[in-house]
Every structure is written in structure tokens, then in C-alpha cells.
């Protein structure tokens, strides 16, 4: 998926306008620039919405300064710097890989291969043919205990390895739902994949 998309001009919806004055509302007068990221949140999930494509064109940024009664370049610099922020059009399905060094020690190579091979992305930050998939390589997402970690569009999967990403992808690919999110060994939040290792009784066995 190649083509460029040209967005002119965006306004917020009734729907985005509500959320945006509880975001602003939430800063003392002065200091709603501090309302940035949440608007730019807001746009590219109206825009998911509306379009079904999650991003945030430019007229989204630059309708944010104004509304934040900011230059715009304020608004650039963070869409620019969070990779949650997607400044160019993605796939339905944004795979969102792991490389931080917990993950990498735990295969999020062999992640970013099962990915690759499944969708036929050759290289980070491109779209599959077929619209489905768009490739990012991401920092530390902040679930490094249940690492290897792939985030799909807002969920995360764990503790993954290249045979369920690549049933997970297959499904989607047949059009099929997301499946749950969490661990994808039916492990308990972030308990230990074995047997209690903690807050043992005296005796040392697991109640
Ligand atoms: S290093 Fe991957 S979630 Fe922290």
C-alpha cells in the first residue's frame, strides 16, 4: 500500500469535541499545551473511526495548535516523537514489535522474522500489500516480564514465540477477530510460568 493520502482539513466531531474539553479542562489556564499528546490521541482515533485508517494527518496537527493556540511545530514535535502517534497512513492492523533489550533476549527476533514472513513486510514501517498489516519497530513497551511483546493496534500480546504470532496473523489474514489479549500461554497476568516462587508459607509450599 503506496499511495499517498492527502488529508486538507479536519475538525474535530461532536464526539472528539466532548473528549477534547475534558482533556484541556484537566490543565490550569495557561498550560493547555499539556493537553497535546491527548489531542493528537484524539484525532488519530477519530480518525480510525471516520476512515478506518489510524493517523494523524498534518491538517489534524495544525487544527491541535490552533485549538491549543500553539505554533504548530509544538504539536509536530510530538506526534513525531511518540512512536504511538502514526504521522502517515498504517494497515488495519498495526504490528507494533518489541526490540528492547529484555524483549531481544527473549526472540523478539524471531518476532519481527514471524512477522515479516507472514505478511510479507520487508522492512520496518511498511504496509503489506494487501492494506492488512503495517511493520513498526517500537521501544520498551513497558510489559518486559511477559516479553517477547507484540502490540496490535492498542492491545498487547505475550510471551510470544514465531508459531503463535504466525497462527495469530494467519487468522487475521482469513479474516478473522483479534484474538484476547495477554499472554498467549494462558499465563496469569504476570505470575511466574511455573509454580508460586514467592510469599511462600514456612513450610515452603504453595497454598
Ligand atoms: S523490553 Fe519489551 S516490553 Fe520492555
Not at 498487547?156 to 489474514?173: F, P, T
Not at 505470575?191 to 509450599?205: F, R
Request: hydrophobic share 40%; glycine share 8%.
Amino acid at each position: 500500500m503506496s499511495a499517498q493520502v492527502e488529508v486538507q482539513t479536519f475538525s474535530f466531531d461532536s464526539i472528539s469535541q466532548e473528549a477534547v474539553a475534558k482533556a484541556v479542562a484537566l490543565y490550569p489556564p495557561g498550560k493547555q499545551m499539556s493537553a497535546v499528546k491527548a489531542l493528537l490521541d484524539i484525532a488519530q482515533r477519530q480518525m480510525a473511526r471516520l476512515t478506518g485508517v489510524a493517523w494523524v494527518p498534518q491538517a489534524a496537527m495544525d487544527a491541535i495548535a490552533r485549538h491549543l493556540g500553539v505554533a504548530p511545530i509544538r504539536v509536530y514535535e510530538n506526534a513525531t516523537f511518540y512512536t504511538m502517534f502514526n504521522t502517515k497512513p498504517v494497515g488495519k492492523y498495526h504490528l507494533q514489535v518489541c526490540t528492547t533489550t529484555p524483549c531481544w533476549l527473549r526472540g523478539s527476533d524471531d518476532i519481527v522474522n514471524a512477522c515479516r514472513s507472514a505478511t510479507g513486510i520487508a522492512s520496518f514501517g511498511q504496509t503489506s500489500e494487501d492494506g492488512l498489516f503495517t511493520l513498526t519497530e517500537v521501544e520498551c513497551l513497558g510489559a518486559c516480564v511477559n516479553a517477547p511483546i507484540l502490540q496490535i493496534n492498542d492491545d498487547y500480546y505475550e510471551d510470544l514465540d514465531a508459531v503463535r504470532i504466525e497462527k495469530l496473523l494467519d487468522g487475521l489474514k482469513t479474516g478473522g477477530a483479534l484474538p484476547p489479549a495477554g499472554s498467549t500461554i494462558g499465563r496469569q497476568t504476570s505470575a511466574p510460568i511455573a509454580n508460586q516462587t514467592t510469599l511462600l508459607p514456612a513450610n515452603g509450599q504453595a497454598e
